[in-house]
Structures are given as C-alpha cells and as structure tokens.
T-cell receptor, first 112, second 113 residues
Framework: GENVEQHPSTLSVQEGDSAVIKCTYS??????FPWYKQELGKRPQLIID?????GEKKDQRIAVTLNKTAKHFSLHITETQPEDSAVYFC???????????FGTGTSLTVIP | NAGVMQNPRHLVRRRGQEARLRCSPV?????VYWYRQLPEEGLKFMVY????????ESGMPKERFSAEFPKEGPSILRIQQVVRGDSAAYFC???????????FGPGTRLTVT
C-alpha cells in the first residue's frame, strides 16, 4: 500500500517569513495530493490540492509543488501570519484506490 | 448548505459499553470515510463506504468495530465493548467522488472511563 511521510513534524517561523512542508509517497499510482489544515480542536479543512497532471498550483499565499519522478510534493506558505498556526496534513490518493493516505502532520507556529 | 454533520460531538462511555457515532454526509455525496485521531497524532483511515456497501474496511479492527451506511439515514460507526484505548476523536468525511476533496465533519470525541 501507499506510505506517506511528512517533514518536519514541528516548524516555527517568524511572522512574514515563508514556511515549507515536504511529503514523500511510495505508490506511483497516486495522482491526487491534497493538503489539509487543522486548527486546535477543529476539523481538518482542505486548503489546496494538486493532481498529477500539473507540477505547481498557487492560491494567494499558498502554493503546492509536485515532482512525480521523485515522488514528493511540498506546501509553501509565504508571508506567514499568526492565523496560519495550525497542524497541516498532506495526503495521497489514487483513482484505483479507495482511501487517502495521510502524513503524520506538521505543527506550524508563526511567531508574531 | 449544510456540511458534514456528526453527533454526538462528545460521548462518554464506561468500559464495556457500546458507542454509536453518527455521520450525515453533505447532501448528494455518496462516499463516506471514517478516521480516528489520537491526541497529537495524524488521521488514521478506518473504513470507506458507499450507500449500503462497505468498500474498504482495511483500517478498522476486525473485532468490536463495525460500520454501515444505509440507503436512508446517516452512516453509523459502532464500537462494542469499548476499552480505554478507544478514546479518540473520530472524524467522518464525505466526498462526491473518489479521489476528490473530502469534507470533514466536526468529529466525535469519545472518552472511555
């Protein structure tokens, strides 16, 4: 089955700096890669996703890059703000499969 | 435009009792997923269902746990004879297609005393 690894597990940045979270996956059949943000005590919410037919996708301060050859994808948050503080999860899924495989999460703290 | 609904939000059970968790997906979504999240840990897949069918239950313990998604009504995750290790947040998610965006419910926090 698929194995998704996520790094780092914790990340602290100064407000205004950039944050980068990286994930690797093992199953070459995976073709859908969402990122979820979970604030303390709340539900995970999708912030951005990418499919395997594109290499990069951007939405305001958030961008995701995908390298299918190397089987890794990354989340980039620019001009971080304190409200970006949360746990971020990456995931991988495939048309041929029935589930997402989630990474173990990155706890991001943005220091004002 | 209701999202995924879960109830109860908090559930306390004594060891040996049954826990029944309910999930109503987004209207029109036919794919339902259940996840378990232990404190400060990630989301662990348990089961994936479509209406009246269990598609993938590879993440669900074979004993004491069961799930259903009937033709009418919410999806139910049932845990029989609960133990302290079952204490966790249980999230339900629904999707209009797979793989595709999963919309998560607010979760049910189960505490076993």
């Amino acid at each position: 089955g698929e194995n998704v690894e996520q790094h780092p597990s914790t990340l602290s940045v100064q407000e205004g700096d950039s944050a980068v979270i990286k994930c690797t996956y093992s199953d070459s059949a995976s073709n859908y890669f969402p990122w979820y943000k979970q604030e303390l005590g709340k539900r995970p919410q999708l912030i951005i996703d990418i499919r395997s037919n594109v290499g990069e996708k951007k939405d305001q301060r958030i961008a995701v890059t995908l390298n299918k050859t190397a089987k890794h994808f990354s989340l980039h948050i620019t001009e971080t703000q304190p409200e970006d503080s949360a746990v971020y999860f990456c995931a991988a899924g495939a048309n041929t499969g029935n589930q997402f495989y989630f990474g173990t999460g990155t706890s991001l703290t943005v220091i004002p | 435009n209701a999202g995924v609904m879960q109830n109860p939000r908090h559930l306390v059970r004594r060891r040996g009792q049954e826990a029944r968790l309910r999930c109503s997906p987004v209207k029109g979504h036919s794919h339902v997923y259940w996840y378990r999240q232990l404190p400060e840990e990630g989301l662990k897949f348990m089961v994936y269902l479509q209406k009246e069918n269990i598609i993938d239950e590879s993440g669900m313990p074979k004993e004491r746990f069961s799930a259903e998604f009937p033709k009418e009504g919410p999806s139910i995750l049932r845990i029989q004879q609960v133990v302290r290790g079952d204490s966790a947040a249980y999230f339900c998610a629904s999707s209009p297609s797979t793989p595709g965006e999963q919309y998560f419910g607010p979760g049910t926090r189960l505490t076993v005393t």
